[in-house]
T-cell receptor
Framework: GESVGLHLPTLSVQEGDNSIINCAYS??????FIWYKQESGKGPQFIID?????DKRQGQRVTVLLNKTVKHLSLQIAATQPGDSAVYFC????????????FGGGTRVLVKP | DVKVTQSSRYLVKRTGEKVFLECVQD?????MFWYRQDPGLGLRLIYF???????EKGDIPEGYSVSREKKERFSLILESASTNQTSMYLC????????????FGQGTRLTVV
């Protein structure tokens, strides 16, 4: 079936460096993608989203890139800080399947001081 | 701010018990979802609802049922709890617009002994 997955389960990053988290998806009909951050003991929190008619979207210290040709999504975090340590999930929506979101398995980001 | 409240943070139940997990929202959103989250498996959709008294099966509905008698409340029911239902349960909701970011509750960690 359709799935959303992540390449790296754990990413260690030096404080101040940039982080890149990758996500592959298989449903070519997906039209909307979201990145979530989940800190220990909390529910996932929205970070940034992108629609399928865009290639790039920037937020505060974060950028999402979408490559529809290879069905790849990435989240870039600039100047990673200790507070960025968390698990990051990508999610996709197929409009034809209603408003439910399909999530990837998650990547843990560990920021080293 | 959107508020999604799950009735319990931690629950311990015995095998065979009937378990109710409650989720209440204050945003008048139509779409509500129940996910379970397990290490290495990410978030998996159990059931969702687009309206009062309406429910749809997600990817892993076996052993669960749901109830949506009022728009603001979506309940997940474990008819006869089993140890393989030990997990983190997350309630989420989305609006009906183009951007359907999901807002999550804080999660309920259920342990079945």
């Amino acid at each position: 079936g359709e799935s959303v997955g992540l390449h790296l389960p754990t990413l260690s990053v030096q404080e101040g460096d940039n982080s890149i988290i990758n996500c592959a998806y298989s449903n070519s009909a997906s039209d909307y993608f979201i990145w979530y951050k989940q800190e220990s003991g909390k529910g996932p929190q929205f970070i940034i989203d992108i629609r399928s008619n865009m290639d790039k979207r920037q937020g505060q210290r974060v950028t999402v890139l979408l490559n529809k040709t290879v069905k790849h999504l990435s989240l870039q975090i600039a100047a990673t800080q200790p507070g960025d340590s968390a698990v990051y999930f990508c999610a996709e929506r197929d409009k034809a399947a209603g408003n439910k979101l399909t999530f990837g398995g998650g990547t843990r980001v560990l920021v080293k001081p | 701010d959107v508020k999604v409240t799950q009735s319990s943070r931690y629950l311990v139940k015995r095998t065979g018990e009937k378990v109710f997990l409650e989720c209440v929202q204050d945003m008048d959103h139509e779409n509500m979802f129940w996910y379970r989250q397990d290490p290495g498996l990410g978030l998996r959709l159990i059931y969702f609802s687009y309206d009062v008294k309406m429910k749809e099966k997600g990817d892993i509905p076996e052993g669960y049922s749901v109830s949506r008698e009022k728009k603001e409340r979506f309940s997940l029911i474990l008819e006869s709890a089993s140890t393989n239902q030990t997990s983190m349960y997350l309630c989420a909701l989305t609006g009906g617009g183009v951007r359907t970011e999901a807002f999550f509750g804080q999660g309920t960690r259920l342990t079945v002994v």
